[in-house]
């Protein structure tokens, strides 16, 4: 690779660590991608550093010594939490996604790939200093957010199927009960998707009672591992008794009146997390 | 936003403009964001430019006039191309992915969201000059390849179910014949979830016969939508007669041999349709 001025290495800098999030990257590993002094090194991380953290981007930290580097850790600041909150709440409360049933549409929002960037980007900075192994989501539309976060931070997802497919290898099956119908249903995890004792947060795009929460949790307790945690992009808010109770989300139903045609969101307790974190 | 210097602005605007992509931004926009003058944002732009093509991050196309301003356009080079399909077919490779029946598990491969962001980004630089207004899959495993090249086109993603969910709404459905084991199968696709006439791309993990993708092609003519392209991840070899003929692969089987456990995959034909995108 050609030398590059400071001006070229900021560009590439940026890029480069954007797209390695949770990733150690050594200076001499700079150094000899731009032919240049470490100290020049060291130079321009300043700069991306400030910047990163004025921007709201995310932070750099430095790690000393000579298996040292940096690591970007992806952020999110209060203004742009809000924004996004905002933003699900307001097209939750859009009344044309009321279906028969009182269910909610939502395929629009979850087939984004920007906005369910964003939002996983905010789960990633909520969830940035606890160690976490890889994401467990549950076909099919937990997936987007899944692989959102999972990208964010840099690890693997695995997902939890209702069937049963000659694709997966040996599986892993329980039943679970339903929270909200009570019914009795069944979900598997190929067993190599998962390592034993992997740290593992769940994610999926809707909670109702918890029930497929509490059916992921149980399924990871045959794999040893453990929750660190639970993501979820909506909870309903007519619930008698969750079956979980440690979650984040990012909005909250306050109501869903099939015949008044009405929906009313509120923004989940994410922004609360993401305040703690920022603290910290 | 405070002002700032010609190095903070390149690491936002870079920051920026990779979240952007396929998306104009104008320069009075960068101008009001840094409080600089125009002149010198267009000096930044040079410089975003020339390193984005050099270092193969893509291109910066500027758009003249009142109307006007840049775009990011994600780009692969060869090198990077060589690197991805090398990895795939490496991969795929590893002997303890056979399954009875000689299927592969990929999981782990489809489970990596970085790996699965690089592979997006490849096939959005080859179809990077049609014009596409979403990405359609079927579920699941289409799903994070479709994700990650709808995140690098800045399209929405649509999802094809072979199940019937209430929280779909009005669905269209077909039937179509599974190319390989000649069942009759059908598939669904919600009303709202594609605009008539919308130009789309169809996406998946695995080709065989291809009687998955031809049904898709057939569901979208009830969405009066035309088909650009066809992209999947890996294809199948041993098919006598394959019905499409028209798509995009990253990698083939060459051989799989259950009895002797073997796998073989080459690279698919995407290296030449980058080499042609790249002439143009």
Redesign the interface.
């Known amino acids: 690779m050609?030398k590059?001025k400071?001006?070229?290495r900021?560009?590439?800098m940026?890029?480069y660590l954007?797209?390695q999030p949770h990733q150690l990257v050594s200076l001499s590993y700079f150094a000899e991608r731009y032919q240049s002094a470490k100290s020049s090194i060291s130079e321009d991380l300043t700069?991306?550093k400030?910047?990163?953290e004025?921007?709201g981007?995310g932070s750099l930290l430095t790690i000393p010594g000579a298996s040292g580097g940096v690591k970007y850790v992806p952020g999110v600041d209060q203004e742009e939490g809000d924004r996004l909150t905002t933003k699900l709440c307001q097209a939750l409360m859009n009344k044309e996604r009321l279906?028969?049933?009182g269910?909610?549409?939502?395929?629009?929002i979850l087939?984004?790939?920007?906005f369910?960037?964003d939002i996983g980007k905010l789960f990633a900075a909520v969830f940035a200093n606890q160690r976490i192994d890889a994401i467990l989501t549950v076909?099919?539309?937990g997936?987007?957010l899944a692989?959102?976060i999972?990208?964010h931070l840099?690890?693997?997802?695995?997902?939890v199927?209702r069937d049963h497919r000659?694709?997966?290898?040996s599986m892993v099956s329980i039943n679970y009960v339903s929270g909200s119908t009570k019914r009795i249903q069944t979900m598997s995890l190929?067993r190599?998707?998962l390592k034993e004792g992997a740290n593992v947060l769940i994610v999926d795009d809707f909670m109702k009672a918890g029930g497929t929460a509490r059916g992921m949790m149980d399924l990871l307790q045959e794999f040893k591992a453990e929750v660190v945690g639970i993501g979820v992009l909506v909870e309903a808010e007519d619930v008698e008794e969750r079956l979980v109770d440690d979650y984040v989300s990012i909005s909250r139903l306050a109501e869903v009146n099939e015949k008044e045609m009405q929906v009313h969101a509120v923004p989940g307790n994410i922004l609360n997390k993401l305040n703690e974190v920022t603290k910290e």
Chains 1, 2 share one sequence.
């Open positions: 050609k590059l400071r001006s070229g900021l560009v590439d940026t890029y954007i797209n700069i991306v400030e910047i990163f004025t921007q981007i279906l028969p049933g269910y909610l549409y939502m395929m629009d087939g984004n790939p920007q369910m960037n076909a099919m539309k997936i987007p692989y959102a999972g990208s840099n690890v693997p997802v695995s997902i199927r000659v694709t997966e290898g190929a190599r998707s």
